[in-house]
């Protein structure tokens, strides 16, 4: 399909017509069909959809997702809903661009003025995202090609993910940004991958802002990540939101997780004697912290005992609260959500009786939760099986990750599978 659309004569003429359209073809990623950590091709290949009825129905199962789908700013300025009915070899330019990390996969002229890609990001690490902010900014508008799709391989990790996923001993109990804040920190960052790579990123945003005209066609969005707070290494930006009292969810991932824990609290020693009050506040901390447990690990940040401390907490927030609102459907449906993640995680950890316990309390509260009854399956030895689908999460909905069939364009963002649906599907392997 990528090939035959691309050879249409409208899409050469479009392509013809403007030497800097950055074309992106929305990618997706296949789960592993298989339970072991290994490269099962002959399970795998089979599934791999060859259109795009395939690839919906695969995502309806739940066997394809977006590419990445949990960390936002790799690709979530894609408009995956607008592509799902979006006729084939059509184009819908970008609003806006959501994140310095994007990094679609692309269709662009290649012409003497394109940019190259900056030699010192060899390996893992960056390579991709700083190429796409300096096509941004030089005048290249992103458009998205209608009908087209990539579709990523359950590949294993490579050495060089390997090496960028190493971080520092402190880092169990500690993040990089608490860290950097410790005057009596020894650690020596320049010894790990990611925090050299991080020092390049910041000489590369200063010689980009410095020597490159800004020509944007695609702006920034107004609510743009502050991708900087990720970084393991100092920047201007980051301290000067250290210092800003009002951070807000710019501010990364983990930091609404104190600040809604914090927020908790405060209310809670408030209004001890009518805990109903603080309803909104403990919703909002349960929510920060499933998110943070995927995000976190995905980064490397937090491994699976960190995910389960921060989920414990939560889960203890969430008992109290059940005795208060245990028919209210979203706050039984964002327990679950949490029951799921905690399952999961002792699922991948081979601790089969807890991941049992975590599920059956995840059903009890959402009996519908397809991720949910997906687990228990693998749990009780049926069905195919995925180890990083089985740790995957039902997110919650203010998130962009929501469960419902059909949502408006204007909900755009990085999508769970089980959103796309309602496609003319086509015949899968069995």
């Excluded at 979530?76 to 994007?102: E, H, M």
Aim: glycine residues 6%.
């Amino acid at each position: 399909d990528l090939h035959s659309i691309l050879s249409e004569e409208s899409i050469k003429e479009r392509l013809a017509s403007d030497p800097k359209l950055a074309t992106v073809v929305p990618v997706f990623q296949m789960y592993r069909m298989c339970k072991a950590y290994k490269d099962c091709r002959k399970t795998n290949i089979p599934y791999m959809p060859k259109k795009k009825g395939q690839l919906l129905a695969l995502m309806k199962k739940r066997w394809v997702d977006t590419f990445d789908p949990w960390n936002v700013g790799g690709h979530g300025s894609t408009k995956y809903i607008t592509w799902r009915d979006q006729t084939a070899g059509t184009f819908v330019d970008l609003p806006c661009i959501k994140s310095n990390r994007y990094e679609p996969y692309l269709v662009i002229r290649y012409c003497s003025d394109l940019p190259p890609f900056q030699e010192g990001f060899t390996g893992y690490g960056k390579n991709k995202m700083t190429w796409v902010m300096q096509l941004r900014r030089a005048g290249y508008l992103f458009t998205q090609l209608g009908g087209a799709f990539h579709v990523h391989y359950p590949h294993l990790d490579s050495k060089a993910r390997e090496e960028w996923n190493m971080k520092p001993d402190a880092m169990l109990t500690h993040s990089a940004s608490e860290l950097l804040q410790k005057e009596d920190s020894k650690i020596d960052w320049g010894s790990f991958k990611r925090a050299r790579v991080d020092a390049l990123f910041l000489d590369f945003k200063e010689w980009l802002d410095g020597t490159v005209e800004n020509e944007s066609r695609t702006p920034m969005c107004e609510d743009a990540l502050n991708d900087d707070v990720r970084l393991w290494v100092h920047s201007d930006k980051q301290t000067d939101d250290d210092d800003d009292e009002d951070s807000d969810e710019d501010d990364g991932e983990y930091n609404n997780v104190v600040t809604s824990r914090g927020k908790y609290f405060k209310c809670q020693k408030k209004h001890l004697s009518n805990l109903e009050e603080c309803f909104d506040e403990v919703s909002d901390f349960i929510e920060s912290s499933i998110l943070w447990s995927v995000s976190g690990k995905k980064s490397g940040e937090i491994n699976s005992d960190e995910q389960m401390k921060h989920l414990t907490k939560a889960e203890e927030c969430a008992v109290r609260f059940l005795g208060i609102h245990n028919n209210d459907p979203g706050f039984n449906k964002l327990v679950a959500d949490l029951y799921v993640n905690m399952g999961g995680i002792e699922k991948a950890r081979h601790a089969t009786d807890k991941a049992t316990d975590y599920i059956m309390k995840a059903l009890a509260k959402n009996p519908d939760d397809e991720v949910a009854q997906h687990i228990l399956l693998m749990l009780q030895g049926g069905g195919d099986s995925n180890s990083e689908l089985e740790s995957s999460i039902n997110a919650p909905d203010d998130d962009g990750f929501d469960d419902k069939e059909t949502l408006d364009d204007d909900e755009e963002g990085v999508v769970s599978g089980a959103v796309i649906g309602g496609a003319n599907t086509e015949e899968i392997p069995k």
